[in-house]
């Protein structure tokens, strides 16, 4: 499975970017699809899962602020980050689990300027 990440780059304080992940194998087969972010110096942290059951969870510095979503017809998970700060700079990696496997795209940078 391949994942394909785009959509970062670089936003003021306050501003929106809507990161995409495109899948090679239908996400509807997924057990979990999720976003994860990491900063220099810092773990990989999960931001945004996504279950088949159409259950999510968001890390709590998140909340109210980010929203993840896919279009299974287009095989694409989304990340809308809204009302940005500089603590969410980071490289942005997309994640999906299908029977038990993990696979990883290629990471996104995002950059919020102060």
């Known amino acids: 499975v391949q994942l394909q990440a785009s959509g970062g780059g670089l936003v003021q304080t306050g501003g929106s970017l809507r990161l995409s992940c495109a899948a090679s194998r239908g996400i509807f087969s997924a057990n979990f699809m999720g976003w994860y972010r990491q900063s220099p110096g810092k773990e990989r942290e999960p931001v945004a899962m996504?279950?088949?059951?159409?259950?999510?969870n968001y890390v709590d510095s998140v909340k109210g602020r980010f929203s993840i979503s896919r279009d299974n017809a287009k095989n694409t998970l989304y990340l809308q980050m809204n009302t940005l700060k500089p603590e969410d700079t980071a490289v942005y990696f997309c994640n999906a689990m299908y029977d038990g496997y993990s696979y990883w795209g290629q990471g996104t940078q995002v950059t919020v300027s102060s």
């Open positions: 996504l279950s088949n059951m159409g259950s999510i």
